[in-house]
């Protein structure tokens, strides 16, 4: 089940509203009904796998009260082991297998696995919790509580990744109470900016783009349409932040702040500055859970700490590639994000400054650029794509194109999301929110007509 | 997160607020489903109450659903674009039936039968079909479904399934086509559905090029293929009554791409035309025509737009046999 299809929309969530107004005068319900709810959403989306979800949960969760018991912290890493070890195989096997058999001069045979929903996400959610729970900064829960933690519907598939600390405290309470009238309108405006941003924009683009890039995989391309193929990165963009708002919205409907995800990342002026502002919530994960252990091992002596220090993130940036998937593109396309940002640092150091518009130029550009090693699958493909540039503009394509038009002035001239919805919501304004109305309306429609597309971050 | 958002606010105008967005889009999807019940924009007959006639609407997949329940037609030509150029007047003419064209051009097998069950549906005297039974028809694996997914939804199931896909900018515009019908200013597209594409390919202006056929291995070993949609295609007709008279028509291609005799892909043809023969055998008036051979005709490439796609010499004389077989079932001499 996805956020921009109708049975979610018109089903799942006014049931589940339903449902949960009637649980909400109820403390000791609340949270079983939240998860109720979230594990028959998975279930709808993923059937297969709803035994995997449920196990891992209970596995973790019963490893976390063994630990408050006995303080075994080898448990805890057994279990977090055990988490990677499930991730690996249902992400990862076949693409060792490949490489295994390309290193033995053999070919070794795949496994016939499908990757389970939302399994990146949920392991994290576990590592972060339990490697916390390790260092002795998180409490125990309540095997309902911390349920809902991993399998809250909104997060549960594609995020954003929210710690422990920034959401547990926040289930099970009251949502209608004085004021809810206003958290649903900001919801309301999250999730139809969410879904302007994916049905309107990013699913347009990805009509122009897809045909291309299944060209740039079997040869070179022709008619500029390789320009076309370099903007990837606004349809993922729009894609993955209207996921996230559309998230954030369902979020606030069921009472729970979740953190936000981006902030108007192509506005950025360096590729440090980026990285703060995309996908906010898996580099503070990579941030706290892989960078700063490997800075802090005491591997290397003090005067080759920045070896050390760039090696991690070089290191970090590259896991960064693999996690979105089993790739060597999506390795090289971390690795080179990687060398962006060590680039980036010591030019901040000791080169000269940056004008922030040459900054910012240069940044989109390198974002551009590594998008299209990203959507295209292989080194051949990209160069495809890179080569084909050398042609003109398609410009006869005309208004065939007004998504590529549109998506640049979104992202460079309007300002985060958050801060949209933050403006329209001030004050009340019953013109305005007629206004909405009719735009949902909109875009109800337009999911009619165009059919429905997956989100591109569900295959991670 | 944004202070802004995270604070309360009782104030009562919120409450109007959301009230005014959930009254605004219910009122909008109410006011939109009225509108295509009283219109029925593609014509499908489950709604309608303003009784418009006909539709303006120049695609055949969605098109075919209004001619295909017309009740001045009682036998229907049906297949992919390569049964387009068969005219319905002149058949009519030739036979005295009334023959609506509800060709579905680049629909799968499975398209085409849904409209056969439709037309079949709405008609409680059917006289005859023409069905154009091309490559497609001969695949022995069901194909995967096209890109642009055909509409089921308008021949099948029931009107609470329908009214879900009226929820678009395509059905909107058909519901305003339709009120302009009504109001004069628009005139509705043929009521039997046939289009020349020669319009759009004038004699001359495109053809194939004439090649050497590619050699083929011989082959003699003998072909097990199943051909799935026969075996749709049988069951469909089997539900028609005895005395409805089925032409089934292997259009002609030009000759480069007619199976070289001796090889694999033409003991692969006669396995599928056996198929489809079976089908219309013991039928009354019944026939299968195959017209996918090397001769004269095929071989001029001024006779083709494509590969597949024939001009109107060979249509004439693929509407000549049809009739004959309406006349003459297995036994009619066909000229080609």
Redesign the interface.
């Known amino acids: 089940m996805l956020f921009n299809d109708?049975p979610f929309l018109l089903v799942f969530l006014p049931a589940a509203l339903l449902i949960y107004r009637l649980a909400d005068p109820y403390p000791h319900l609340r949270i079983g009904v939240q998860v109720a709810l979230s594990l028959a959403f998975y279930a709808w989306g993923s059937p297969s796998f709803i035994l995997l979800l449920v196990t891992s949960i209970a596995i973790n969760w019963i490893a976390s009260v063994i630990h408050g018991r006995v303080k075994w912290k080898a448990l805890l890493t057994l279990v977090i082991g055990l988490d990677l070890a499930v991730l690996a195989l249902f992400k990862y096997a076949n693409f060792l297998l490949a490489n295994l058999g390309l290193v033995l001069g053999t070919t070794l045979p795949a496994l016939d696995i499908g990757l389970p929903l939302g399994i990146s996400f949920f392991t994290f959610h576990h590592i972060m919790y339990l490697v916390d729970l390790k260092r002795g900064r998180a409490p125990l829960y309540t095997l309902d509580r911390y349920a809902l933690y991993i399998a809250f519907f909104p997060q549960a598939i594609a995020g954003p990744l929210a710690r422990w600390s920034e959401v547990m405290h926040q289930f099970g309470r009251q949502v209608y109470?004085?004021?809810w009238?206003?958290?649903?309108?900001?919801a309301?405006c999250f999730i139809a900016l969410g879904l302007f941003e994916k049905v309107v924009i990013a699913d347009s683009i990805a009509h122009l783009l897809d045909p291309i890039y299944a060209q740039a995989a079997s040869g070179p391309l022709a008619s500029g349409d390789a320009w076309l193929a370099f903007c990837f990165s606004f349809q993922i963009l729009f894609d993955f932040s209207g996921y996230s708002d559309i998230a954030i919205g369902l979020g606030l409907l069921f009472g729970v702040?979740l953190?936000?995800n981006f902030n108007a990342p192509l506005r950025s002026t360096s590729i440090q500055d980026f990285w703060q502002r995309w996908h906010i919530t898996l580099m503070l994960f990579l941030r706290d859970y892989v960078f700063y252990p490997l800075v802090n091992l005491r591997l290397l002596p003090r005067r080759f700490l920045p070896v050390q220090f760039f090696g991690a993130m070089m290191i970090t940036m590259a896991l960064c590639g693999l996690w979105h998937g089993a790739s060597w593109t999506f390795v090289l396309w971390g690795v080179l994000h990687g060398l962006a940002l060590v680039a980036c640092a010591l030019w901040r150091r000791y080169g000269p400054d940056f004008p922030s518009w040459l900054g910012w130029a240069l940044t989109v550009l390198f974002v551009l650029a590594t998008g299209v090693i990203f959507r295209a699958g292989s080194v051949d493909a990209a160069w495809h794509v890179f080569a084909g540039l050398a042609q003109a503009l398609p410009l006869a394509r005309g208004q065939q194109l007004w998504p590529l038009m549109a998506a640049p002035l979104f992202a460079f001239l309007l300002p985060a999301s958050?801060?949209i919805?933050?403006f329209f919501?001030?004050?009340?304004?019953?013109?305005?929110?007629?206004?909405?109305?009719?735009g949902?309306?909109a875009l109800?429609?337009?999911i009619?007509?165009r059919?429905v597309h997956e989100f591109v971050y569900f295959q991670f | 997160m944004s202070s802004s958002i995270s604070s309360s606010d009782a104030s009562p105008g919120w409450g109007r607020c959301l009230a005014a967005c959930i009254g605004t889009l219910a009122l909008g999807a109410a006011l939109i489903a009225t509108l295509v019940m009283l219109v029925d924009p593609y014509d499908s007959g489950r709604f309608g109450a303003f009784g418009i006639v006909g539709v303006s609407d120049r695609n055949p997949w969605t098109a075919n659903v209004s001619r295909a329940r017309d009740p001045q037609f009682d036998s229907a030509i049906l297949g992919n674009s390569t049964g387009q150029l068969l005219e319905p007047a002149r058949l009519d003419e030739a036979t005295g039936l009334r023959f609506v064209q509800l060709v579905a051009p680049g629909a799968d097998p499975r398209g085409d039968l849904a409209i056969l069950d439709f037309f079949a549906e709405h008609h409680q005297t059917i006289r005859a079909l023409v069905i154009s039974v091309d490559q497609p028809w001969c695949s022995n694996t069901v194909l995967p479904p096209p890109k642009d997914p055909f509409p089921y939804w308008l021949y099948e199931g029931g009107p609470l399934r329908h009214l879900g896909n009226l929820f678009t900018w395509a059905a909107l515009d058909r519901s305003f086509q339709r009120i302009a019908i009504a109001r004069g200013a628009r005139r509705p597209v043929r009521a039997d559905g046939y289009w020349n594409y020669e319009e759009l390919w004038a004699p001359g202006a495109k053809h194939p090029t004439a090649a050497e056929p590619a050699k083929a291995a011989p082959f003699t070993g003998k072909v097990t293929d199943s051909f799935p949609y026969a075996g749709m295609l049988a069951a469909a007709i089997g539900k028609l009554p005895r005395d409805v008279s089925v032409v089934l028509v292997m259009p002609p291609t030009f000759y480069t791409i007619v199976p070289g005799s001796g090889s694999r892909d033409a003991a692969a043809h006669t396995a599928c035309r056996e198929a489809y023969r079976s089908i219309v055998s013991g039928r009354a008036n019944s026939n299968l025509i195959d017209y996918r051979v090397d001769n004269a005709l095929t071989r001029d490439p001024s006779n083709f737009v494509d590969l597949i796609h024939y001009r109107a010499a060979i249509a004439r004389r693929i509407e000549q046999g049809i009739a004959a077989s309406l006349r003459a079932g297995a036994a009619a001499e066909i000229s080609f």
């Open positions: 109708y109470v004085p004021g009238q206003r958290q649903f309108c900001i309301t702040q953190p936000y958050q801060d919805v933050a919501t001030r004050r009340p304004n019953v013109v305005m929110a007629g206004l909405l109305g009719v949902i309306l109800l429609i337009q009619g007509e059919g």
